[in-house]
């Protein structure tokens, strides 16, 4: 039996990932921060370690076969938009322990949690593993550029022959079980929140002016994605893991306003970030490995709501819709409910198979462009 260490085991993704490990036949250890609190139901050994100390990790990996690497500083665009150089840093000195470490103990192979962040986004087509990423004069984020430099030592690594090395680049990720903190959360969650605690009638206010586009996957199917690049995932590659459906943020907010209270006015305020006007990444390369997401975004705000509502009982359901909600903000940009569907606009991404190398020099080297939660 194959033994794969874990870390950020006990993150919104990791709890997935050690279950779908285990289903596979794997030997799971899940490391856990010092700090951190267990759940004692996942079908693994816990070892509490802080992974940035080379010799304990070295110590723990001894016998282990693979590892996927979760452990991230990691949330949604007001965290991504923080210029603190301790993101960067810690990322960056988590994910060098964990390879120094990996190869110290003669693991085999290797997988990084990447991020969509690190593209362009000037693009306005899906995007595909080769194409260009942010730069140092474009003023990257300090998470993007963690991630990023991730893969370029990661591929150094699978070059010295001594780590096979693969790389999931996450889209936005959701389901219930992630958190719900404003400075943390995603987009779906920072939704779902500032929606439950708007009262009935009320404005829910939304960054920007709708119409950036964005795609989402749910967490089951990202920890499945993980478990088959691990195990199928071409060494030196790197796979998108979304589900390559595009949505506009009107849209989204539509579908979360009509889930959490259908009285609610929604309001744009274009002074607030809202990130890249497009981003939705092509998943043809995880097809490959015969991957495909599973769940309609629609059923799973449902259930993210729910969750919601149970973490944080402070929702009541609204009043009956007397007369017509209007906005007292001239500035703002509304749409009164009951907004129809029109507003969604889904349609799947470009469906064909992506094989070609992941960056022009040789084959087999991560292209050189978490728990992870949301990009945004």
């Given at each position: 039996?194959?033994?794969?260490?874990?870390?950020?085991?006990?993150?919104?993704?990791?709890?997935?990932?050690?279950?779908?490990?285990?289903?596979?036949?794997?030997?799971?250890?899940?490391?856990?921060?010092?700090?951190?609190?267990?759940?004692?139901?996942?079908p693994?050994?816990?070892?509490?370690?802080?992974?940035?100390?080379?010799?304990?990790?070295?110590?723990?990996?001894?016998?282990?076969?693979?590892?996927?690497?979760?452990?991230?500083?990691?949330?949604?665009?007001?965290?991504?938009?923080?210029?603190?150089?301790?993101?960067?840093?810690?990322?960056?000195?988590?994910?060098?322990?964990?390879?120094?470490?990996?190869?110290?103990?003669?693991?085999?192979?290797?997988?990084?949690a990447?991020?969509?962040?690190?593209?362009?986004?000037?693009?306005?087509?899906?995007?595909?593993?080769?194409?260009?990423?942010?730069?140092?004069?474009?003023?990257?984020?300090?998470?993007?550029?963690?991630?990023?430099?991730?893969?370029?030592?990661?591929?150094?690594w699978?070059?010295?022959?001594?780590?096979?090395?693969?790389?999931?680049?996450?889209?936005?990720?959701?389901?219930?079980?992630?958190?719900?903190?404003?400075?943390?959360?995603a987009?779906?969650?920072?939704?779902?929140?500032?929606?439950?605690?708007?009262?009935?009638g009320?404005?829910?206010?939304?960054?920007?002016?709708?119409?950036?586009?964005?795609?989402?996957?749910?967490?089951?199917?990202?920890?499945?994605?993980?478990?088959?690049?691990l195990?199928?995932?071409?060494?030196?590659?790197?796979?998108?893991?979304?589900?390559?459906?595009?949505?506009?943020?009107?849209?989204?907010?539509?579908?979360?306003?009509?889930?959490?209270?259908?009285?609610?006015?929604?309001?744009?305020d274009?002074?607030?970030?809202?990130?890249?006007?497009?981003?939705?990444?092509?998943?043809?390369?995880?097809?490959?490995?015969?991957?495909?997401?599973?769940?309609?975004?629609?059923?799973?705000i449902?259930?993210?709501?729910?969750?919601f509502?149970?973490r944080?009982?402070?929702?009541?359901?609204?009043?009956?819709?007397?007369?017509?909600?209007?906005?007292?903000?001239?500035?703002?940009?509304?749409?009164?409910?009951?907004?129809?569907?029109?507003?969604?606009?889904?349609?799947?991404?470009?469906?064909?198979?992506?094989?070609?190398?992941?960056?022009?020099?040789?084959?087999?080297?991560?292209?050189?462009?978490?728990?992870?939660?949301?990009?945004?």
């Open positions: 039996m194959r033994r794969v260490l874990v870390t950020g085991a006990f993150g919104f993704i990791g709890r997935h990932v050690v279950r779908k490990l285990a289903a596979a036949g794997r030997d799971v250890i899940a490391v856990a921060r010092p700090d951190e609190v267990v759940d004692v139901s996942l693994a050994r816990t070892v509490t370690v802080d992974i940035s100390d080379r010799n304990e990790l070295t110590r723990i990996l001894k016998g282990a076969d693979d590892v996927v690497h979760l452990a991230a500083r990691a949330g949604g665009i007001q965290f991504q938009q923080d210029g603190s150089s301790v993101i960067f840093s810690d990322n960056r000195s988590m994910t060098d322990s964990v390879l120094e470490s990996a190869a110290g103990a003669e693991v085999r192979r290797v997988f990084l990447s991020s969509a962040v690190m593209y362009r986004g000037r693009l306005t087509r899906p995007l595909v593993e080769t194409d260009p990423v942010v730069q140092p004069w474009e003023h990257p984020s300090p998470h993007a550029w963690s991630k990023l430099t991730d893969e370029v030592v990661g591929g150094w699978q070059q010295s022959g001594r780590l096979e090395v693969v790389a999931g680049r996450f889209s936005n990720v959701y389901d219930p079980g992630a958190t719900f903190e404003t400075e943390r959360s987009v779906i969650h920072a939704l779902i929140r500032r929606a439950a605690e708007t009262p009935a009320g404005d829910l206010t939304v960054w920007g002016d709708g119409s950036a586009i964005r795609s989402f996957i749910y967490v089951d199917d990202v920890a499945a994605a993980v478990v088959a690049i195990i199928e995932g071409e060494d030196g590659s790197v796979y998108n893991v979304d589900s390559g459906i595009e949505i506009t943020i009107e849209a989204l907010a539509t579908l979360v306003r009509d889930t959490v209270d259908p009285t609610l006015v929604l309001r744009f274009s002074s607030k970030p809202v990130g890249m006007a497009y981003r939705v990444t092509n998943p043809g390369r995880l097809h490959s490995l015969g991957m495909r997401p599973s769940k309609p975004l629609i059923d799973e449902a259930m993210t709501v729910a969750d509502r149970s944080y009982p402070i929702w009541s359901p609204p009043p009956p819709i007397g007369k017509p909600i209007r906005s007292s903000r001239a500035d703002a940009r509304i749409l009164t409910p009951p907004n129809p569907v029109r507003s969604v606009t889904v349609k799947p991404a470009n469906p064909g198979l992506i094989r070609s190398a992941v960056t022009t020099r040789s084959r087999g080297t991560l292209n050189g462009s978490s728990e992870m939660s949301g990009v945004w």
